[in-house]
């Protein structure tokens, strides 16, 4: 029917598109990877954040507005989440973290390939300090998780949930949950 209407003739997609089965984590990061970067690639876009129509905008503009960008209820929800290193009970997502995704597509980007037209130019910040995402701030907490945060620790919306069941009306460590975590 398609080539009907172009007037051609032979195969729709020409063998250019393959059914691939990805089978492990690894494979399914590599094809995001590539598909990712084909902008860059086409020279189409210059950065994975500036790409039209890939996920990794989608990742790249939300995780630009969070605070903790790796956390799962403040990635693109349209999208399956990155979850993190694999681990026991872990929730479904993608076993890596999405700043770890974001570097390897970024890195990945800026190497040369000669049959292609473009990369990701070398004298650009990385992707994480064009996002102004601080990975000193997430550090922080990690380090001093103790000394952060008092009695309960998430943000602030299940902060004040929580004091609602205490019948509490200020919760001991809000700003710190503001500053850290977002609402």
């Not at 020409?14 to 990712?36: I, P």
């Not at 990155?82 to 800026?110: C, H, S």
């Not at 609602?164 to 975590?181: E, I, M, P, V, W």
């Amino acid at each position: 029917m398609a080539n009907a209407e172009d007037k051609c003739t032979g195969k729709f997609w020409e063998g250019r598109f393959k059914s691939q089965a990805l089978l492990d984590e690894k494979a399914l990061l590599a094809c995001m990877a590539y598909v990712d970067l084909n902008p860059i690639r086409a020279q189409m876009a210059d950065t994975p954040e500036k790409s039209n129509h890939t996920s990794i905008k989608k990742r790249a503009e939300k995780a630009k507005q969070s605070k903790v960008p790796n956390r799962l209820d403040q990635q693109e929800n349209s999208l399956l989440n990155f979850a993190g290193k694999p681990r026991e009970n872990m929730p479904k997502g993608i076993p890596f973290t999405l700043t770890n995704y974001l570097e390897l597509v970024d890195w990945t980007g800026r190497q040369v390939r000669k049959n292609k037209r473009g990369n990701i130019d070398q004298s650009l910040p990385n992707i994480l300090q064009r996002l102004n995402i601080e990975q000193d701030q997430w550090l922080h907490i990690a380090q001093n998780f103790e000394s952060s945060f008092k009695g309960i620790v998430g943000t602030t919306m299940s902060l004040v949930s929580k004091m609602k069941d205490f019948n509490r009306t200020r919760a001991l460590g809000y700003s710190n949950s503001l500053f850290y975590f977002g609402k």
